[in-house]
Nanobody, 124 residues
Framework: QVTLVESGGGLVQAGGSLRLSCAAS?????????MGWFRQAPGKEREFVAG????????YYADSVKGRFTISRDNAKITVYLQMNTLKPEDTAVYYC????????????????WGQGTQVTVSS
């Protein structure tokens, strides 16, 4: 059974930074999977934030976070990270780690496992 556990969320002022982590366990080798981050704000649909391929670790982002967020992975530690800089109040959401089925992650249908989510709140 694959388990994804996020950590690192919290309350931060606008302009501040947070680093989210997603630790994976169970299942086949982590290094073979595309990974990603989504977020869901109250009353809104869950949306794609960032993705990273299994090899060579190509990254891609939603336009709303491009230039501010950075996704990375450490296959030795079986962990994916999301560094979030210059945070804005509109970044407030529950952030979810996701493992891809077979293709690069861009939509919820590309995901086969989800983490439980971690709350990020950005105050103005």
């Amino acid at each position: 059974q694959v388990t994804l556990v996020e950590s690192g969320g919290g309350l931060v002022q606008a302009g501040g930074s947070l680093r989210l982590s997603c630790a994976a366990s169970g299942g086949p080798a982590f290094r073979w999977y595309h990974m990603g981050w989504f977020r869901q704000a109250p009353g809104k649909e869950r949306e794609f934030v960032a993705g990273i391929s299994w090899s060579p670790g190509n990254t891609y982002y939603a336009d709303s976070v491009k230039g501010r967020f950075t996704i990375s992975r450490d296959n030795a530690k079986i962990t994916v990270y999301l560094q979030m800089n210059t945070l804005k109040p509109e970044d407030t959401a529950v952030y979810y780690c996701a493992r891809g089925r077979a293709t690069l992650i861009r939509t919820q249908s590309d995901v086969d496992y989800w983490g439980q989510g971690t709350q990020v709140t950005v105050s103005s």
